[in-house]
């Protein structure tokens, strides 16, 4: 991933990689450590330090007709999401290019 590489939404849920990146996206987990609550940050930044193209597919959302959204406590959650940015940014920061 380079910084040309906008990426919209992050939260999205639905991610994909081929079967031989995994093993980059792994070792990038373990340089990122256990800040990632949601598992997004993970893949975004591991195709970041291992410059994997990342390729965005628009999600079309409809009104909720039933159950209640599972996203509460958003200002707590804006402030993980702040933390676990920073700390990535850090990371790739710090990290050697391969």
Known sequence: MTREQPI???LC???A???RDCPKLLQ???RMGEVDVWGD???IFGAALHPLKIVEL???YVART????KVNRRLRNAATMLRMSLHGLRVLK???RP
């Open 8 to 10: 919209k939404d992050t």
């Open 13 to 15: 849920g639905t991610k």
């Open 17 to 19: 990689v081929r079967r």
């Open 28 to 30: 990038a987990r373990q």
């Open 41 to 43: 940050s993970d893949w």
């Open 58 to 60: 628009p999600v079309h």
């Open 66 to 69: 039933a159950g209640e959204t």
């Open 94 to 96: 710090t990290s050697p």
